[in-house]
């Protein structure tokens, strides 16, 4: 059974920093193209970042582009997003993604395994 755990959400200044993860059981992070979305209040879920099983270049939403980043470790199969210079309006909960097949990328529909969430909120 395919399960994927977030952690690492929580409150923080506008300006500071979070690492969140998403430790995968029941499959193989190296073996998945993986990506993190998030929803705010009101607001549907949108993309933030995906990174390819075949290790090409990351991608970003233009809107977390040079603060945040998308990396995997294989040993502990565990896939991580850094996030900089919060702002206010990243506040949200942050799922994390992962497709099979290989076709990963911005679209939600291609993700085939969900997380349950982890909530950032980021005062200003």
């Known amino acids: 059974q395919v399960q994927l755990a977030e952690s690492g959400g929580g409150l923080v200044q506008a300006g500071g920093s979070l690492r969140l993860s998403c430790a995968a059981s029941?499959?193989?992070?190296?073996?998945?193209?993986m990506a993190w979305f998030r929803q705010a209040p009101g607001k549907e879920r949108e993309f933030v970042a995906a990174?390819?099983?075949?290790?090409?270049?990351?991608s970003y939403a233009d809107s977390v582009k040079g603060r945040f980043a998308i990396s995997r470790l294989y040993t502990k199969n565990t896939v991580y997003l850094h996030m900089n210079s919060l702002k206010p309006e990243d506040a949200a909960v942050y799922y994390c993604?992962?497709?099979?097949?290989?076709?990963?990328?911005?679209?939600?529909?291609?993700?085939?395994?969900w997380g349950q969430g982890t909530q950032v909120t980021v005062s200003s």
């Open positions: 993604a992962a497709d099979q097949r290989g076709n990963g990328g911005a679209s939600q529909g291609t993700y085939e395994y």
């Open positions: 990174i390819s099983w075949a290790g090409s270049r990351p």
């Open positions: 029941g499959l193989a992070v190296s073996t998945y193209d």
